[in-house]
């Protein structure tokens, strides 16, 4: 999750603390579709961390 969060801070041009608390910085200056498509890589992004997370056996304890 947080290389996602890097990757889009560095395609954002924005530091990670900006794009994620920011009020004036990262993804307030998209545009609405912008936010959109934003919004649907970091669900999708999470849904694949959380996915991984229940392979590994992470869930129960197991794993890393």
Not at 2 to 12: M, P, Y
Request: with cysteine; proline share 0%; hydrophobic share 40%.
């Amino acid at each position: 999750m947080l290389d996602v969060i890097r990757k889009l801070a560095t395609a954002l041009s924005v530091s990670a603390d900006l794009l994620l608390f920011g009020k004036d910085e990262g993804v307030s200056r998209c545009d609405a579709e912008e936010k959109r498509v934003i919004r649907s890589l970091l669900e999708g992004m999470i849904l694949k961390h959380e996915a991984r997370r229940w392979s590994s056996g992470v869930h129960n304890g197991k794993g890393k």
